[in-house]
């Protein structure tokens, strides 16, 4: 998990725990699982493509077996499921904010894979 890896960091290089906090705690999560989905579905391509030849990476079948993995992707990764829609992007979870005070809170939770609805506070009405 991400609190395990970041723990993990700090106990090796104290010495930038500052600098740490600061870069990983924005976005460290989502570019670590896109790294991961292009590893996982560039090694599983390449698992089932026949190369006894050089390889031309440009090759459309290669990029169209390649991208066909990638829409197969399906884990858990440090920001949460990894998944992908039919055009290739992230099925990302849906945070619901209402603003109260003119501060924002969060109040549920949408997840558009298994279409569950969290909520984690009551709407204030007026």
Same mark, same amino acid.
């Given at each position: 998990?991400?609190?395990? &890896?970041?723990?993990?960091?700090?106990? $090796?290089?104290?010495?930038?725990?500052?600098?740490? *906090?600061?870069? /990983?705690?924005?976005?460290?999560?989502?570019?670590?699982? /896109?790294?991961?989905?292009? #590893? &996982?579905?560039?090694?599983?391509?390449?698992?089932?493509? @026949?190369?006894? $030849? $050089?390889?031309? &990476?440009? @090759?459309?079948?290669?990029?169209?077996?390649?991208?066909?993995? *990638? &829409?197969?992707?399906?884990?858990?990764?440090?920001?949460?499921?990894?998944?992908?829609?039919? @055009?290739?992007?992230?099925?990302?979870?849906?945070?619901?904010?209402?603003?109260?005070?003119?501060?924002?809170?969060?109040?549920?939770?949408?997840?558009? *894979?298994?279409? #569950?609805?969290?909520? /984690?506070?009551?709407?204030?009405?007026?």
């Amino acid at each position: 998990t991400l609190p395990e &890896l970041f723990a993990q960091f700090v106990l $090796e290089y104290p010495e930038r725990r500052a600098e740490a *906090i600061m870069k /990983t705690l924005f976005g460290f999560d989502l570019r670590f699982d /896109t790294v991961m989905s292009a #590893a &996982l579905s560039l090694n599983r391509t390449l698992q089932s493509w @026949n190369y006894s $030849e $050089e390889l031309q &990476l440009g @090759n459309s079948s290669f990029k169209a077996a390649l991208f066909r993995n *990638i &829409l197969e992707l399906d884990f858990i990764g440090l920001s949460g499921r990894v998944v992908f829609d039919s @055009n290739g992007d992230r099925t990302p979870n849906v945070l619901l904010y209402q603003l109260r005070n003119f501060t924002r809170h969060l109040v549920g939770t949408y997840d558009p *894979i298994s279409q #569950a609805l969290n909520w /984690t506070s009551e709407l204030w009405f007026a």
